[in-house]
């Protein structure tokens, strides 16, 4: 399966919250049910996501 190889990818790039929500997804099998559009939107959400918090993060410290 490629979802390893995809996942490092993601890592690679530094597209960690991708990553994680890729992960999510291939763990929960209803997730297959939804068409490729919208589970590209959750993968960039989840990425969109990921950066934001972690600028609130940076600017507490």
Known sequence: ??????????????L???ARA???QLEQP??????FEERLALLIDAEK???VSYRYVQRLR
């Open 1 to 14: 399966m490629l979802s390893m190889p995809m996942h490092d990818s993601l890592q690679e790039l530094g």
């Open 49 to 51: 996501n990921e950066r």
């Open 30 to 35: 209803l997730q297959h049910e939804l068409q």
């Open 22 to 24: 890729l992960r999510r």
């Open 16 to 18: 960690r919250g991708m």
